[in-house]
């Protein structure tokens, strides 16, 4: 993976997982989870403009936004009875918002893979955190090109 591509943000995100050992790798997760943003309420209110990732096990909701700078808005919604996925989703919310339409395109699709939680969760989990910035990514192409 090229950390030339990868934005501030996660390149942070990155190290402050590295840093630490298997378990407290764990808590910083779970603290992600606590941090997921709630919802705007147009989102709240009308949670059909939500896309479902379906490749999660647990039921995760997004929807990207760009405004007139090109700047990119992630929504994503998690239940809190599911603290690995609802950490998978705050991650990227953070590392992903405010940054461009480029620099979300560039992001590596194994960005995943790199933060240190392979050993940590199961490879499931982490394909459905790479689902999720799949579809964000896509949702920007679309949303860009139309």
Do not use: W
């Amino acid at each position: 993976m090229s950390s030339s591509k990868l934005p501030d943000s996660l390149v942070q995100i990155r190290e402050d997982f590295r840093e630490l050992d298997r378990s407290d790798r764990l808590v910083l997760l779970l603290e992600f989870a606590n941090e997921l943003p709630a919802l705007p309420p147009l989102y709240a209110e009308h949670p059909d403009l939500l896309e479902r990732v379906v490749e999660c096990q647990s039921p995760v909701f997004i929807f990207v936004e760009v405004d007139d700078k090109r700047l990119v808005h992630l929504h994503a919604t998690a239940p809190k009875e599911a603290p690995t996925t609802r950490g998978f989703a705050s991650i990227l919310v953070q590392g992903l918002s405010g940054l461009t339409v480029e620099e979300v395109l560039e992001v590596p699709d194994d960005f995943p893979n790199t933060i240190g939680l392979t050993e940590a969760v199961s490879l499931l989990r982490i394909r459905g955190m790479t689902a999720m910035l799949a579809r964000a990514k896509r949702q920007l192409r679309e949303k860009t090109t139309a």
